[in-house]
Nanobody, 128 residues
């Protein structure tokens, strides 16, 4: 079993950067594909980025490519989302999730609610 706790969200201005962290407990983290999702006010939750258990196999939502970078440190049981050049449309609650069956490539079409492990989210607000 893996428990996830996100941190690093906050209020920033357009063009600023933030780094989100997702700390995981449990011994199976290093063999778990991980991803980030987000849910903006009044909208459905959507896929943002994913990464394979070894750190390879990274995938991104088209609108964040070139601005966001997902990474992981298996020694620290942590996955990160570096967000640069933030835009007001990036405002959302960001959720971390993991799954021991899906590959990172599958996260883009996966339902967040059906993933094995899910965090409670950290809010990000980008002002214009």
């Amino acid at each position: 079993q893996v428990q996830l706790v996100e941190s690093g969200g906050g209020l920033v201005q357009a063009g600023d950067s933030l780094r989100l962290s997702c700390a995981a407990s449990g011994s199976t983290f290093s063999r778990t594909a991980m991803g980030w999702f987000r849910q903006a006010p009044g909208k459905e939750r959507e896929f943002v980025a994913s990464i394979g258990w070894s750190g390879g196999g990274t995938y991104y939502k088209e609108s964040v490519k070139g601005r966001f970078t997902i990474s992981r440190d298996n020694a620290r049981n942590t996955v990160y989302l570096q967000m640069n050049s933030l835009k007001p449309e990036d405002t959302a609650v960001y959720f971390c999730a993991g799954d021991q069956t899906l590959t990172s490539q599958m996260f883009g079409s996966a339902r967040f609610e059906r993933l094995d492990y899910r965090g409670q989210g950290t809010p990000v607000t980008v002002s214009s």
